[in-house]
């Protein structure tokens, strides 16, 4: 992985770090299964074996419910970034990308989806495909999934911390695309949003550079 991949995958770490904090407000069934993912975005290779198991097991058990085979799919491709031959990360950031994409195509035919396990599975696949390594090409797959969240009629309903995680993934967009002066509104946005959350206090620094 370059140096600017291993940026985007920091900021990675950095926008969905927030869910612990706000777990109870969320999604308290995903808590420990989510803090565990998250310490595989870390950088632990343990948690990610974890992760794989424990969202393969709940996907397994679950088939007909997408945020769970999302995570699975985005934790296996944790495992290809950790993965230390060429052929490896590839084949392991592929066929996490298969099972993502088969959890939006889950996402798009179920009935009477919770809100908040429909937004969490859009911003784990979102975050998913913006982040990955370009020649993947799912970058602006991405930018189409995150402006649907922001869009989605229960947005404004959801906890301030997946909000301003939302929000930061936008942040990066704008800033990927070349687009400063969107960028700095989105970190304001970030700020006003969630101030005393992990993106809150992030924004206001690189607010102030």
Same mark, same amino acid.
Not at 109 to 132: C, G, M, Q, W
Not at 183 to 196: C, F, K, S
């Given at each position: 992985m370059n140096l600017n991949h291993s940026l985007r995958f920091c900021l990675f770490i950095l926008l969905l770090a927030v869910f612990p904090a706000q777990a109870d407000d969320f999604d308290s069934v995903l808590t420990d299964d989510r803090n565990v993912f998250l310490q595989g975005v870390d950088g632990d290779k343990r948690a990610v074996r974890n992760a794989v198991n424990?969202?393969?097991?709940?996907?397994?058990?679950?088939?007909?419910?997408?945020?769970?085979?999302?995570?699975y799919g985005a934790s296996i491709t944790l495992q290809g970034r950790d993965a230390t031959k060429g052929f490896e990360k590839k084949g392991f950031t592929e066929d996490g990308l298969e099972k993502i994409d088969r959890a939006l195509k889950l996402l798009s035919?179920?009935?009477?989806?919770?809100?908040?396990?429909?937004?969490?599975?859009?911003?784990?696949?979102?975050?998913?495909?913006?982040?990955?390594p370009s020649f993947f090409n799912r970058y602006d797959k991405g930018k189409d999934l995150l402006q649907e969240i922001l869009t989605h009629d229960d947005?404004?309903?959801?906890?301030?911390?997946?909000?301003?995680?939302?929000?930061?993934?936008?942040?990066?967009?704008?800033? &990927? /695309?070349?687009?400063?002066?969107?960028? @700095?509104?989105?970190? =304001? %946005?970030?700020? $006003? &949003? /969630?101030?005393?959350?992990?993106?809150? @206090?992030?924004?206001? =620094? %690189?607010?102030? $550079?």
């Open positions: 424990r969202f393969r097991s709940l996907s397994r058990s679950n088939p007909r419910d997408p945020v769970y085979l999302a995570y035919e179920v009935k009477h989806y919770p809100s908040v396990r429909h937004l969490d599975t859009l911003l784990v696949a979102a975050n998913s495909f913006v982040y990955i947005f404004n309903g959801m906890v301030a911390g997946f909000k301003a995680a939302a929000y930061s993934t936008a942040a990066f967009v704008a800033r &990927t /695309d070349g687009d400063e002066a969107e960028y @700095r509104r989105l970190l =304001a %946005l970030i700020v $006003e &949003t /969630d101030p005393q959350g992990r993106d809150g @206090r992030a924004a206001s =620094a %690189l607010l102030k $550079e």
